[in-house]
């Protein structure tokens, strides 16, 4: 497996555009998540989904923040409009079951928005 | 809440010291725990997974410690590197299959 591909791997926008970050997880894996790294905060956990569900959005900053998944191999996280605080570098992993085996996280997407 | 802290923030080791990193963890109830290693601008690779059931895992010069009653899991590196130059992050799979991390541990192994 190729493991967890997120795209694009670095992402520059202005100020109010809409930004959508893309991943597909491990084929076989029932659970996605979404992190955001910054240096102030370290890596939170934005949002989870269990087979294509979301089940735990309470670590979404902002209505201007969006997940969706609608098959088991691609999620998407938009951010519309985007702000200068939104800059971070944004992970997607997935696991499978209850995570016995472990996370397995992409390489991340760098946003930067000016 | 699941907090988890990680000591000391940054180390600076000669070439060939041992390492010794060291997590916390609030809440005992965990399911598992996962030590990851971040090179500069990359992302995440996995290092040692030990479940709560177990004391340690090893893999080549890497042991993780787990002391679920205390909370607390270590890292060992043995006989450093400089290509062991990282940040080390601990992360803690607790009810929910949530992983809480903790902020790092940012490794220079001098030559």
């Known amino acids: 497996d190729a493991g967890v591909i997120q795209s694009p791997r670095h992402e520059v926008t202005e100020m109010g555009q809409e930004v959508t970050l893309r991943c597909k997880p491990i084929s076989g894996h029932d659970y996605l998540f979404w992190y955001r790294q910054t240096m102030m905060r370290g890596l939170e956990l934005l949002i989870y989904f269990n087979n294509n569900v979301p089940i735990d959005d309470s670590g979404m900053p902002e209505d201007r923040f969006s997940a969706k998944m609608p098959n088991a191999s691609f999620s998407t996280l938009k951010i519309q409009p985007s702000e200068p605080r939104d800059s971070a570098v944004y992970f997607c992993?997935?696991?499978f079951g209850t995570g016995y085996d472990g996370y397995t996280f992409g390489s991340g997407t760098r946003l930067t928005v000016v | 809440k699941q907090e988890v802290t990680q000591i000391p923030a940054a180390l600076s080791v000669p070439e060939g010291e041992n390492l010794v990193l060291n997590c916390s963890f609030t809440?005992?109830?965990?399911?598992?725990l996962q030590w990851f290693r971040q090179d500069p601008g990359k992302g995440l690779t996995s290092l040692l997974l030990?479940?709560?059931?177990?004391r340690e895992q090893t893999s080549g010069r890497l042991n993780a410690s787990l002391d679920k009653s205390s909370g607390r899991s270590t890292l060992y590196i043995a006989a450093s590197q400089p290509g062991d130059s990282a940040t080390y992050l601990c992360?803690?799979?607790?009810?929910?299959?949530?992983?809480?991390f903790g902020g790092g541990t940012r490794v220079l192994v001098k030559p």
């Open positions: 992993a997935s696991s």
């Open positions: 992360a803690v799979n607790a009810a929910g299959n949530k992983l809480t």
């Open positions: 809440d005992s109830a965990i399911y598992n």
């Open positions: 030990i479940q709560s059931s177990q």
